[in-house]
């Protein structure tokens, strides 16, 4: 029997009309491009097939990830599952090329990866170049939904140079990815982003599908319930949410050197954990099991995508989502000021 039966799925629509199927949990390949540690291709593979046998049939890759590795160890995976639809993502915004070992891109957070340097281009050529180049590591006939990666200030520096590379986006890439889409060569465009503030200022800008908002949606931070989800709901803008650990934190508990949006925790960041970990117990419940749950109760979100580079860590994610949250925990939290009154919480 497929896993597929135990891996509910759900079902968004385009502003083109098409239906999308996204399983509530999806598989990001960050880690399958070497990310803070290399994996060997049999490792990759048994993690692949992990998340395909719990169920898991939406994937998203992108350039950036191990420079091209994600995207090329996800090839013979999709070829090997080609007679199972599967969603799929990938994204635009880098172009790479081949260059001298010592002068490739991010050498302090990918290992063991092709000698390749990353050039931003968020314009209409370098949209339609970066996409061409995906098509040919992924080996695939068709990619689901396309999003502009990055434009964010916590990869640009600072809001000039974030706002600044919107503009160049909304002046040339915008126009490459709604060409697509409207020619059905893909079927959604978005912006993969660190930054809630900055995915609604996109929103407010173009027609976007969906947006793949990683790390600012999560059972420690809501402040994207301000404006930007309220206006997803109100447009039909789903939201694919990446990093439901805060990169780590939601998952490990407030141990000594937690990490925290990619860094290690600050000491603020661990007290709050603490105490939400704290409410979880008196429950009986694991604090990673809350975090993976709380999201999907957002109407706006579409999928939760937790990190994994072991097929255990995959596993572990898919049984966390099977776990019945008693509706007190959420209402000891929301009474302790640790999530915010207004929030979704599960049923």
Request: hydrophobic share 40%; with cysteine.
């Amino acid at each position: 029997m497929s896993a597929m039966t135990t891996m509910p799925v759900r079902r968004f629509k385009t502003r083109k009309g098409e239906t999308l199927s996204f399983t509530a949990m999806g598989f990001g390949t960050a880690p399958l491009g070497n990310l803070y540690r290399p994996l060997s291709e049999a490792e990759a593979q048994a993690t692949l097939e992990a998340a395909w046998e719990v169920g898991c049939r939406y994937f998203d890759t992108a350039p950036l990830y191990g420079l091209g590795l994600s995207e090329t160890r996800l090839n013979g995976f999709l070829r090997a599952h080609r007679d199972t639809p599967v969603l799929l993502s990938t994204k635009v915004g880098r172009y790479l090329s081949v260059c001298p070992p010592a002068e490739r891109s991010a050498q302090a957070k990918f290992f063991d990866v092709p000698s390749r340097r990353e050039t931003y281009d968020y314009s209409y050529d370098g949209v339609m170049r970066s996409l061409e180049q995906s098509f040919e590591r992924l080996g695939v006939d068709a990619i689901d939904i396309l999003y502009c990666h990055d434009v964010d200030v916590f990869t640009h520096g600072s809001r000039e140079a974030s706002d600044a590379r919107i503009r160049e986006f909304m002046d040339g890439g915008y126009r490459a990815v709604a060409k697509l889409r409207e020619s059905g060569a893909i079927k959604a465009i978005g912006a993969g982003i660190n930054e809630w503030q900055v995915a609604e200022a996109m929103a407010r800008q173009g027609d976007f599908d969906l947006f793949l908002l990683a790390g600012r949606y999560t059972l420690l931070e809501q402040e994207a319930l301000d404006s930007f989800l309220p206006l997803c709901v109100e447009r039909g803008i789903g939201i694919a949410l990446g990093g439901p650990y805060n990169s780590g934190i939601l998952a490990t508990g407030p141990r000594p050197g937690a990490f925290y949006n990619y860094d290690p925790a600050p000491p603020a960041i661990l007290e709050r954990v603490e105490r939400i970990q704290r409410v979880c117990r008196s429950h009986g419940v694991a604090l990673a099991e809350a975090a993976l749950n709380f999201p999907l109760a957002h109407p706006a979100v579409v999928s939760v995508i937790p990190g994994g580079q072991r097929p255990e860590e995959v596993r572990r994610n898919a049984a966390n989502l099977k776990i019945a949250i008693p509706a007190a925990l959420w209402s000891d939290l929301k009474a302790e000021g640790l999530l915010r009154a207004d929030a979704p919480v599960p049923a």
